[in-house]
């Protein structure tokens, strides 16, 4: 499947000084001359930098395609070998600038020998520089997508694991901006995900709602974006439904209201269709609401053409999907994650509760246990109003429904109880409820 771009590039954010800005403003402070007394450097290797440094862009061009090879040897060895910090920073933006210049250009480091050492030797002696940690983990990660490495790409993903941990907002960027190269490559993507990769970006989103600010709500994007990388690989992709990302991603795209979080999240849940055992990533959709989220997008005019596609697909397939889905199936589900909702209908349905209300005696009546756990545990009043309702169209359609619950189930206090309840619903249905309890011929109420 082709890989479609939802605009990257102009939404990653830049968390430090950029490197024209760096070699712009640090100029003076190199001295060249003085790493060749020191025979750091010889003779060719001094006029290679000196002639780069006074060059415009188009002679910086010219000197890659002609010394192209041998300058960027010189660059990995002085990334290699210095540790004095204004010169490893100057270094990695003069090879940033060279991927800048061209992405081909990556191939003059990659075709080196061991490329990635310098830079991997930078990210792991724990400095605390993040701009050479953000230019290294860049750099490292670009030679790594066109030169692959997987005993390098492992460490880069350690690397990675270990700045997505620390509460700096910024740091996370800096290893959400690497993945986002790396995760391009599907071998990549194994690897990340064989050491818990997608419950290391799951971390990431640990925060409210409502109180998002703009470097939380870039995390989330690019969190998702490296949810939509991971997702092209079909193994990952049936894994999702065995975590709580579905309804998270489909949470996110209702409760912000921002196209670029939109954007990415339904390229997600599209590369999800039809995954997971018996298209349990479709099931996951439908419980967690979706259908209405893409009923209220539908709504909007949207100018990209990724957006409409991905809202027409998702309607149709998981509508054919509602379809084939058992009914019943979708409400255990509901009632077992104890989050009911009014948007399914089988709440209300007369024809659900007539077709399917003997199935509430499977396994000792465990649905009926979880309501009435549900009745006790939940604060809700949204879901104890739908919990009692439940249990009224049990006893409405149910012939021994009384009994059962009376007897059986010892739900008569946990339903009254409910009658006191400060919320006007609860209340409402608690009576509901009562009276199909105690009065054998409910259907005159």
């Known amino acids: 499947m082709a890989q479609r771009n939802p605009r990257i590039a102009k939404d990653v954010p830049i968390v430090e000084i950029s490197t024209q800005e760096f070699l712009q403003n640090n100029k003076n402070a190199i001295n060249w001359m003085e790493l060749k007394v020191a025979e750091v450097i ?31 040897k010189t660059l990995l060895n002085l990334a290699s070998n210095l540790h004095v910090d204004k010169y490893i920073k100057y270094i990695l933006c ?26 991997y030797s930078l990210l792991e002696r724990g400095n605390k520089n993040s701009f050479v940690n953000s230019k290294a983990s860049k750099i490292i990660s670009q030679i790594l997508v066109h030169q692959p490495d997987e005993q390098a790409a492992s460490a880069v993903f350690f690397w990675c694991g270990e700045q997505l941990q620390l509460p700096d907002l910024t740091e996370k960027i800096r290893a959400l901006n690497a993945l986002q190269i790396l995760l391009r490559n599907d071998d990549f993507r194994l690897i990340f995900d064989s050491d818990d990769g997608l419950n290391r970006l799951g971390q990431t989103l640990n925060f409210k709602f409502g109180g998002a600010n703009k470097l939380q709500i870039q995390v989330l994007y690019q969190t998702l974006f490296c949810f939509w990388l991971m997702s092209y690989n079909p193994k990952i992709a049936d894994s999702f439904g065995q975590t709580n990302y579905i309804s998270k991603i489909i949470e996110f795209i209702r409760s912000f209201n921002i196209e670029k979080v939109t954007r990415v999240g339904l390229a997600i849940l599209v590369n999800l269709l039809n995954k997971g055992i018996d298209n349990e990533n479709n099931q996951q959709m439908i419980e967690n609401g979706v259908m209405r989220v893409l009923e209220i997008l539908q709504l909007k005019n949207w100018s990209d053409e990724d957006v409409i596609s991905d809202l027409e697909k998702l309607t149709e397939v998981l509508e054919a999907n509602i379809v084939e889905l058992s009914s019943f199936d979708i409400y255990q589900n509901e009632v077992e994650s104890g989050s009911l909702d009014w948007n399914n209908p089988a709440h209300k349905s007369e024809k659900f509760w007539r077709e399917n209300v003997m199935k509430f005696e499977n396994d000792d009546f465990y ?42 189930l010892n739900a008569k206090a946990q339903i009254m109880e409910k009658l006191t309840h400060q919320d006007p619903e609860v209340q409402r249905h608690a009576l509901l409820c009562t009276q199909k309890l105690l009065i054998v011929n409910w259907e005159y109420l």
């Open 42 to 72: 010889n003779e060719r290797e001094h006029s290679l930098l000196s002639q780069y440094m006074e060059g415009n862009k188009d002679s910086k061009s010219q000197l890659i395609e002609d010394c192209g090879h041998e300058f960027a």
């Open 94 to 119: 003069l090879i940033d600038e060279m991927l800048e210049l061209n992405v081909e250009n990556v191939f003059l480091f990659a075709n080196q020998n061991e490329p990635y050492k310098p830079f």
């Open 367 to 408: 649905l009926l246990g979880i309501l009435i756990n549900i009745l006790e545990d939940s604060q809700d009043a949204t879901i104890l109003a739908i919990a009692l309702n439940d249990l009224g169209q049990f006893l409405k359609f149910h012939p021994r429904g009384r009994l059962l619950l009376i007897r059986k």
